[in-house]
């Protein structure tokens, strides 16, 4: 089975500073995909950033990029320079050959003015 | 292109009553999901179905049933609602990873209250 932790509910910062979301994962599959989706009060789930287990290479867009620890199975986010529209809820995801797409829990980020 | 498209947006429904939530995608994926998340939690695995004629469930599939007879078409249906089942239900689509393409795409949502 595969699992996607998010251990942190909820986190707050201020406009313009840095912030960094954690997620741990679990699987057994050498071939996966890892991603992050927001979901803002309109429910709607957008696609942040996603990241190849088989590059090393970390995933960047924009003001968003990835820690990728693969032996330690960490996929953490950072948000650079955050803004308002930056609050929503983050889910950390995972889906490999097996075609299930797992979620965690999720954070409630919230960017202060 | 409109994607992923569930409905209704809303449902009330009564306990014992059954009802059929509609999701279609024009995107020609095969894999397709059914999600379900309760206020403040994460998306918990209803059913999946990686093609037409195949589903598996997923983390919570009790009380409800899907079939998959196109493409385009999943829809999940609850038979004998109860209270427990009131949540939102998202439905997702994505393509089956070749050339890195894992995307997942979301419909809109349905909130649906069981009274």
């Known amino acids: 089975a595969q699992t996607v932790t998010q251990s942190q509910p909820e986190m707050s910062v201020q406009e313009a500073e840095t912030v960094t979301l954690s997620c741990t994962y679990d699987?057994?599959?050498?071939?996966?995909?890892l991603f992050w989706y927001k979901q803002p009060p309109s429910r709607q789930m957008i696609l942040v950033i996603r990241q190849e287990a088989y590059k090393q290479q970390n995933a960047t867009e924009n003001r968003f990029s990835v820690n990728f620890q693969k032996a330690a199975k960490s996929f953490s986010l950072k948000i650079s320079d955050s803004q308002l529209g930056d609050t929503a809820m983050y889910f950390c995801a995972l889906t490999g050959a097996n075609s299930k797409l797992t979620f965690g829990k999720g954070i409630t980020l919230s960017v202060r003015p | 292109n409109a994607g992923v498209t569930q409905t209704p947006k809303f449902r009330i429904l009564k306990i014992g009553q059954s009802m059929t939530l509609q999701c279609t995608q024009d995107m020609n994926h095969n894999y397709m999901y059914w999600y379900r998340q309760d206020p403040g939690m994460g998306l918990k695995l209803i059913y999946y179905?990686?093609?037409?004629?195949?589903?598996d469930k997923g983390e919570v599939p009790n009380g409800y049933n899907v079939s998959r007879s196109t493409t385009e078409d999943f829809p999940l249906r609850l038979e004998l609602a109860a209270p427990s089942q009131t949540s939102v239900y998202f439905c997702a689509s994505s393509s089956n990873g070749a050339n890195g393409d894992t995307e997942a795409f979301f419909g809109q949502g349905t909130r649906l209250t069981v009274v």
């Open positions: 699987t057994s599959e050498n071939n996966y995909y």
């Open positions: 179905s990686v093609g037409a004629g195949i589903t």
